[in-house]
């Protein structure tokens, strides 16, 4: 049985999975691994519209193609990430209007999911709309995107994706930073339920929450009430969930290995099975398999220039503490309420 080695007894309340880049595949230790332990793959960047668009009115789709293919050979269900997000829109489009990005990213969605219609497990339609805090257009942050479509973002945008891909997959709004403690993440939670509420009473297809999940071990306690209640109103909403891009940062851990590996192992527990507590996720994702290749190493480096280690596997793709705390939390009997629409 694929994904997280066999499961003796119980299936996993929800299939796990990993991002995956080209240069991934081409490591054979690597890629074996994650045919091995994962049921989905996401594209880390090979699918943004930067990598996909670089120039005007010439795509390559090489890369996220090969990875579409690679799962599919593979058996392994392969996610769409991501369609519009401010952290990937092409530098042709930088001193455009309103209007003329509006038309450019409205041409993209359909381009790239047309192209991919039927065949994916998941679309993330929008990534990371929010700002820190609230702000004019009802709590959205201050993006190409929403100065060229304003509150009709969301709509926009998940209207014309249930149209393109009809087959009814998955739509994903998702979102970072939601899962933290302290007033601006609270703030961040709540425009997020503003937001889900209202575009679900106008019929906005957002059918699933996609919660990243790039969590930080020395940032304890991880589960915390204020989260765990926020994930009840998004069931309560209707909405599935999806843990989409799950990391456990160590930078601020000790030095000391089995010290950082143990603390890691504690977060991705103490997350998971909260979450499988409150919900049954369509999907468990880490940000990476290995230790071999986390963005984390650039974007939260330790201090004292040790490797990091935020994943489940370590830089030679062995289980550590935090694989072991991923499949138990997974294989858990844990109560969850059906949050299926
Ligand atoms: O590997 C290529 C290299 O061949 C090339 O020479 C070089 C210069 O273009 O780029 C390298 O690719 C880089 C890639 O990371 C691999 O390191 C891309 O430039 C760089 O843009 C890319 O950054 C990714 C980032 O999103 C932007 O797309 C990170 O890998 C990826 O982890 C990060 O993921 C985001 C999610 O999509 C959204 N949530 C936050 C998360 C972390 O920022």
Redesign the pocket.
Known sequence: MKGLFAWPRSRPKAPFGA?V?T?DLADVELSLALTRHCEIIAP??EM?WRELAPSEGAYRWDASDRLVEWAREAGIACRG??LW?H??TPDWLTHVSPAVFAAAALAHLEAVMTRYAGRLHSWDVV??PLAEGDDVFAGLRDTPFSRAFGAGLMREAFRRAAEIDRAGTPLVLNE?GLEYKGPEAGAKRRAMLRLLERERAAGTPIHCLGL?A?LDAADRPIAHKPLRDFLREVAALGVRLMVT?LDVSDARCARDLRVRDAEVAAAYREFLDMVLDECEPVAVMT?GLSDKRT?LAE?RPRADGAAVRPLPLDRDCRPKAAFRAVTRALRSKGRFRDSSP
């Open positions: 991002a880049t240069g880390e960047y943004k990430h991501t997000w952290g990937s990534n990371e970072m990243q790039h891009e940000w963005w974007a």
